[in-house]
């Protein structure tokens, strides 16, 4: 009998590589193997069981043997085919640490031929444990099946970036061993998210919320004309959103024992009247003497902004004139920027035009009375929305 020649042999490539395609998701420890033997007059040897030998060397001729089996295979018109790795198991480095790996096809102990280069479908095999290697800029990337773990390393070996995921959803990043990012969809609140201490500050959060504080603790008297200043506070914004301004104070009242009372409140413009319903107004129709009085006042007030910088006041007038005397002392502005809105804005205005949903009110400002101007109640999030299509 004449043994067929290895050159009648024959690799399948596109067998191999539907082989692989499903393989690529189980990733066995196998390559399935094709071939044809031939006899010597280059015709299909008679369908039999066959002693095949398979070997694999890390060069076309030299004895360093990686890796051997013997197998019997059965032909039908000379073809067979065989699973690599079915009778000896496949190294799992082989593939990741040889550049080119040649097949050694024997029968009976006697070598059919000149060995075949392993093409690059046998080779991503190395997917089972996915390890990357890129000389040119020294990445070495490798997974790690049992601990759901993907790592990079630097030149020297070193771990430098690591992405595990666990079975309840947790993905971290560490880098030099020392600084981990976590991420954890099994966890809430605080636990859900770990990052390295001082890992965001205002700078790295463009838009993040942010707060100002002026006080001022001196004794001011207050006029009977126009608005003083008590507090004068600037606030920078990095995108549009809504300032809300809180502030507080005393107001101490003395010099008869008549009527005398102030108004605080919060405005943008220097000097002016008062702008209801964002004032408060604190004293008494009358006093048992002319010591000083002192009163708390608190006020708020809301503003929609696009980015920049704003101007905020705290201001007072006295209602009554002398000998009645109004002071104010002990001032706390405070300005707290916000750049998302989870529900209604609303304020008051006398002007509607801007705003397509303003509904009218009568108001009932004790310092109109008989004249009840018509303002208008709007929600601040349509100036929002028309700043988000600009």
């Given amino acids: 009998m004449h043994y067929p020649y290895a050159s009648r042999t024959v690799l399948l490539p596109a067998l191999i590589l539907l082989v692989w395609a499903a393989a690529v998701w189980a990733v066995p420890n196998q390559i399935s193997y094709q ?3 031939l006899d010597a007059s280059d015709q299909p040897v008679s369908d039999a069981t066959y002693q095949l030998g398979f ?10 043997l990686l890796w051997s089996e013997s197998a019997q295979v059965t032909t039908a018109n000379g073809l067979f085919t065989h699973q690599l790795g079915s009778v000896q198991n496949l190294p799992d480095s082989l593939f990741a640490s040889f550049p080119r790996l040649f097949l050694e096809l024997t029968i009976a102990g006697e070598t059919t031929g000149e060995r075949v280069l392993l093409a690059a479908t ?7 444990g996915l390890r990357v290697n890129n000389d040119s800029d020294s990445l070495a990337i490798q997974t790690f099946s049992n601990s759901h773990q993907l790592s990079i390393y630097d030149t020297t070996g070193l771990q430098v970036v690591k992405l595990q995921g666990a079975a309840y959803g947790e993905l971290s990043l ?34 993040e919320p942010g707060v100002s504080v002026y006080t001022n603790s001196s004794f001011t008297t207050l006029a009977t004309g126009g608005m003083t200043d008590l507090i004068v506070l600037e606030m920078t914004v990095p995108e549009e959103g809504y300032i809300v301004l809180h502030g507080k104070c ?29 004032f408060s107004q604190v004293g008494l129709g009358g006093y048992v003497n002319t010591e000083p009085n002192y009163f708390p006042v608190y006020v708020t ?39 998302t809105a989870y529900w209604a804005v609303k304020a008051t205005t006398l ?12 108001s009932d400002d004790p310092h109109n009375q008989g004249r009840q101007p018509v303002k208008y109640e709007v929600d601040l999030r349509e100036l929002e929305r028309r700043s988000s299509e600009k």
């Fill in 35 to 37: 071939g044809r033997l």
């Fill in 55 to 64: 070997s694999i060397y890390s060069d076309s001729t030299g004895t360093t």
């Fill in 122 to 128: 046998p080779y991503s095999r190395a997917a089972g």
């Fill in 174 to 207: 560490s880098v030099d061993t020392s600084v981990t990012i976590s991420l954890n969809a099994g966890l809430v609140d605080d636990s859900s998210v770990m990052l390295p201490d001082n890992a965001i500050n205002a700078e790295e959060m463009f838009n």
């Fill in 250 to 278: 005393y107001a101490i009242l003395s010099g008869t024992t008549g009527p005398n009372s102030a108004i605080i409140q919060i405005d943008q413009q220097s000097g002016g009247g008062t702008d209801f319903p964002y």
């Fill in 301 to 339: 007030r809301s503003y929609f902004v696009e980015p920049g910088t704003y101007e905020f006041r705290m201001e007072g007038r006295a209602q009554d004139p002398l000998p009645a005397v109004a002071q104010s002392w002990d001032h706390v502005l405070t300005a707290v920027y916000y750049p």
């Fill in 351 to 362: 002007q509607p035009g801007d705003f397509e949903n303003a509904v009218p009110i009568m």
